[in-house]
């Protein structure tokens, strides 16, 4: 099973600032598996990015997604006020799926 | 685009079966090339996979819940189902369907909240 570790576990920023989340890997994933999600309170997760670096349909340019192998991250430019959510990483390559624990982004 | 919706009982009882259904419209489970998932979110807590079916029939679980988990596919009725035996109190959660491409994006449902209690 691969894991994957999030970090940090919850970040505090304000906005107009950079957020950097990471996820790592226990085992090497082929890049075109790693997706990232936006959750927000009683909502579906919402897709992000896929592929490590392929944004979705409608995601703002401000989303980024980058990394190989055990260690991607996912890039907010600069922060907007409905950016404040958890954020999960997901490999989908191999069997069993699994997800990052999230991050919690929140405002400070 | 696909679009995905899940249905079923919203209201389980203690060792009685969990049984949803997701539909599938803007493109066909027998076109191939993706996985056709089960996720889950327990309340307050993180994302879960259950398994996912191929269009095949191939079904692969979480080893965590493989005892009491099967998944179906209908191509027929363009559906997949999930059947999950023996539920308790921890198996109360949100409930998506998914698919999994490698040479395009996933899609989800909104999901549907499954409640075990007597």
């Known amino acids: 099973e691969i894991v994957l570790t999030q970090s940090p576990g919850t970040l505090s920023l304000s906005p107009g600032e950079r957020a950097t989340l990471s996820c790592r890997a226990s085992?090497?994933?082929?890049?075109?598996?790693l997706g990232w999600y936006q959750q927000k309170p009683g909502q579906a997760p919402r897709l992000l990015i896929y592929?490590?670096?392929s944004r979705a349909t409608g995601i703002p340019d401000r989303f980024s997604g980058s990394g190989s192998v055990t260690d991607f991250t996912l890039t907010i430019s600069r922060l907007e006020p409905e950016d404040f959510a958890v954020y999960y990483c997901?490999?989908?390559?191999?069997?069993?799926?699994?997800f990052g624990q999230g991050t919690k982004l929140e405002i400070k | 685009q696909l679009q995905l919706q899940e249905s079923g009982s919203g209201l389980v009882k203690p060792s009685q079966t969990l049984s949803l259904i997701c539909a599938v419209s803007?493109?066909?489970?027998?076109?191939?090339?993706?996985?056709w998932s089960w996720i889950r979110q327990p309340p307050g807590k993180g994302l879960e996979w259950i398994g996912y079916?191929?269009?095949?029939?191939?079904?692969y679980y979480n080893p965590s819940l493989r005892s009491r988990v099967t998944i179906s596919v209908d191509t027929s009725k363009n559906e997949f189902s999930l059947r999950l035996t023996s539920v308790t109190a921890a198996d109360t959660a949100v409930y998506y369907c998914?698919?999994?491409?490698?040479?395009?994006?996933?899609?989800w449902g909104q999901g549907t909240l499954v409640t075990v209690s007597s």
């Open positions: 592929g490590a670096s």
């Open positions: 079916i191929y269009k095949s029939g191939n079904a």
């Open positions: 803007g493109g066909f489970i027998s076109s191939g090339g993706r996985s």
């Open positions: 085992h090497s994933i082929s890049s075109s598996y």
């Open positions: 997901q490999q989908y390559g191999s069997s069993p799926l699994t």
């Open positions: 998914a698919t999994e491409s490698v040479v395009g994006r996933p899609y």
